[in-house]
């Protein structure tokens, strides 16, 4: 069936340093992937999604591109801030499965 | 603010007992999607519902059901609670419930089964 598997946290990163959250996933066919957000007390929302091959997707300063030869989607960014701070989780979702989730990973930036 | 609205945000109670939880999707959204999250599991699919149907099921326990009513609100229903319950419960929903769709999440329901 369809997994994700992402780094385990914590991690910890001073403000401004670069940062890199490795997710990869088992799927049959094509499916869209996607990272989430969890800020403390909150639902998740959706921070980016990619839905074919070579896809980038961005937001708030956040990439990752849908490699379909490693199977990743990597979440990536240059310059994290305090705000930052939050859980992150990656997902994949196919034709008739919805959504399934990587465990997250829990970032702290400190300033 | 998603615009999913989940009710009640903390529920303590014993086990054996049986408790139900409410969501209310955004307004125009059709699916609606139940999810688990537990620190030793972590977010586990249970189930979905498109304009009243069941569309989708995962790791729902047999104790567990829930319906989508004409209105599209929706409950989860949970008996006989065992300790192992405990855990924070998001309904999400989404217009169509495809798979390319982004998914919005309730701030969540958080179970304590003592």
């Known amino acids: 069936g369809n997994s994700v598997t992402q780094m385990e946290g914590p991690v910890t990163l001073s403000e401004e340093a670069f940062l890199t959250i490795n997710c990869t996933y088992t799927a049959t066919g094509y499916p869209s992937l996607f990272w989430y957000v969890q800020y403390p007390g909150e639902g998740l929302q959706l921070l980016l999604k990619a839905t074919k091959a070579d896809d980038k997707g961005s937001n708030k300063g956040f990439e990752a591109t849908y490699r379909k030869e490693t199977t990743s989607f990597h979440l990536e960014k240059g310059s994290v801030q305090v705000s930052d701070s939050a859980v992150y989780f990656c997902a994949l979702s196919g034709r008739n499965t919805p959504l399934v989730f990587g465990k997250g990973t829990r970032l702290s930036v400190i300033a | 603010d998603s615009g999913v609205t989940q009710t009640p945000k903390h529920l303590i109670t014993a086990t054996g007992q049986r408790v139900t939880l409410r969501c209310s999707p955004r307004?125009?959204?059709?699916?609606v999607y139940w999810y688990q999250q537990s620190l030793d599991q972590g977010l586990q699919f249970l189930i979905q519902?498109?304009?009243?149907?069941?569309?989708a099921k995962g790791n729902i326990l047999e104790r567990f059901s829930a319906q989508q009513f004409p209105d599209l609100h929706s409950e989860l229903n949970l008996s006989s609670l065992e300790l192992g319950d405990s855990a924070l419960y998001f309904c999400?929903?989404?217009?169509?419930?495809?798979?390319?769709?982004?998914?919005?999440f309730g701030s969540g329901t958080q179970l304590s089964v003592l």
């Open positions: 519902y498109y304009n009243g149907e069941e569309r």
């Open positions: 999400a929903s989404s217009v169509e419930g495809s798979k390319n769709e982004k998914l919005f």
């Open positions: 307004s125009g959204d059709l699916s």
